[in-house]
């Protein structure tokens, strides 16, 4: 197994590994500790089924079940596609196409959950040509050790709102239900936590924070949009392309993601499974 820095901040590629097959300790215990230290792991040339990447899923703990039937396919495969019922790219105008824009925010996945989401891997089924589809990513971690004293010191104690029904609602109509955003109540996440794969402090915020506790709303909003780009300024961002049957996973719990395009013409089709969160870590 080779390990690859993509970035100097975030991400590293792994080689000679097949993760379709059964993976021995010593090979996991060697991804567990490059997931740890680089956030974000690219796996190419993965061509693997849903079994087979519920089952790699699954290693790294339990996996949460899909909230949304727009994007869902089976209960821990998240289907992020831009087809239609019938193989069709999604028109512009689309419920569905809007459902895909949420993820062109920065965010972390689950963060609007009382226990939010450990890992994300997404497994690329069918990327484009020529439209493009990249993902980008970023570190709250080096947004953190970044930061000077004064400001780390001011958000000490403060605690980010995360709702998912704000977030969705920036876009208009998504095809997601009332039932399902009433499913959703807001979580409660402190700005700053510890990860627990490296003992290191990182900031935790998202696109999905609609407040910032004890602050007037719209002073909240701003100061947590301003993080998000604190920790995404153009020198610290990796933007990934895709390669067919690539697999990617990111840590929820210390980066930021977002798809840079939703095809307009050409097909997309990602599967997602979600390791779910262990606990909150102030």
Same mark, same amino acid.
Request: charged share 25%; aromatic share 8%.
């Given at each position: 197994?080779?390990?690859?820095?993509?970035?100097?901040?975030?991400?590293?590629?792994?080689?000679?590994?097949?993760?379709?097959?059964?993976?021995?300790?010593?090979?996991?215990?060697?991804?567990?500790?490059?997931?740890?230290?680089?956030?974000?792991?690219?796996?190419?040339?993965?061509?693997?089924?849903?079994?087979?990447?519920?089952?790699?899923?699954?290693?790294?703990?339990?996996?949460?079940?899909?909230?949304?039937?727009?994007?869902?396919?089976?209960?821990?495969?998240?289907?992020?596609?831009?087809?239609?019922?019938?193989?069709?790219?999604?028109?512009?105008?689309?419920?569905?196409?809007?459902?895909?824009?949420?993820?062109?925010?920065?965010?972390?996945? $689950?963060?609007?959950?009382?226990?939010?989401?450990?890992?994300? @891997?997404?497994?690329?089924?069918?990327? %484009?040509? +020529? &439209? /493009?589809?990249?993902?980008?990513?970023?570190?709250?971690?080096?947004?953190?050790?970044?930061?000077?004293?004064?400001?780390?010191?001011?958000?000490?104690?403060?605690?980010?709102?995360?709702?998912?029904?704000?977030?969705?609602?920036?876009?208009?109509?998504?095809?997601?239900?009332?039932?399902?955003?009433?499913?959703?109540?807001?979580?409660?996440?402190?700005?700053?936590?510890?990860?627990?794969? $490296?003992?290191?402090?990182?900031?935790?915020?998202?696109?999905? @924070?609609?407040?910032?506790?004890?602050? %007037?709303? +719209? &002073? /909240?909003?701003?100061?947590?949009?301003?993080?998000?780009?604190?920790?995404?300024?153009?020198?610290?961002?990796?933007?990934?392309?895709?390669?067919?049957?690539?697999?990617?996973?990111?840590?929820?719990?210390?980066?930021?993601?977002?798809?840079?395009?939703?095809?307009?013409?050409?097909?997309?089709?990602?599967?997602?499974?979600?390791?779910?969160?262990?606990?909150?870590?102030?």
């Amino acid at each position: 197994m080779q390990v690859t820095p993509l970035h100097p901040h975030i991400g590293a590629e792994i080689t000679d590994i097949d993760l379709a097959r059964e993976l021995d300790e010593d090979t996991f215990a060697g991804i567990l500790a490059a997931f740890n230290r680089y956030s974000v792991l690219a796996f190419p040339d993965q061509p693997i089924d849903d079994d087979q990447q519920v089952r790699f899923s699954a290693r790294f703990g339990k996996l949460e079940k899909t909230s949304f039937a727009v994007g869902a396919n089976n209960p821990y495969i998240y289907q992020l596609s831009n087809i239609d019922d019938a193989g069709k790219v999604l028109p512009p105008d689309s419920s569905k196409r809007n459902f895909l824009l949420v993820n062109a925010r920065w965010h972390t996945d $689950s963060s609007f959950r009382e226990i939010p989401a450990l890992a994300s @891997i997404l497994s690329a089924r069918l990327i %484009p040509a +020529k &439209e /493009g589809g990249n993902t980008e990513f970023a570190s709250m971690r080096v947004g953190y050790q970044t930061l000077p004293q004064d400001r780390r010191d001011q958000l000490k104690g403060l605690i980010g709102i995360h709702h998912y029904a704000y977030s969705v609602g920036l876009f208009g109509e998504t095809g997601v239900t009332q039932k399902e955003l009433d499913a959703l109540p807001p979580a409660s996440h402190p700005l700053v936590r510890t990860h627990p794969g $490296s003992g290191e402090p990182s900031l935790y915020v998202s696109g999905h @924070i609609r407040m910032i506790e004890g602050l %007037p709303e +719209k &002073e /909240g909003r701003e100061l947590a949009e301003e993080l998000v780009s604190w920790c995404t300024r153009e020198e610290f961002v990796y933007r990934h392309v895709w390669r067919p049957n690539e697999i990617v996973m990111w840590d929820n719990r210390c980066a930021l993601h977002r798809v840079a395009h939703v095809p307009l013409t050409e097909r997309r089709i990602m599967h997602r499974t979600t390791v779910a969160g262990d606990g909150p870590v102030s």
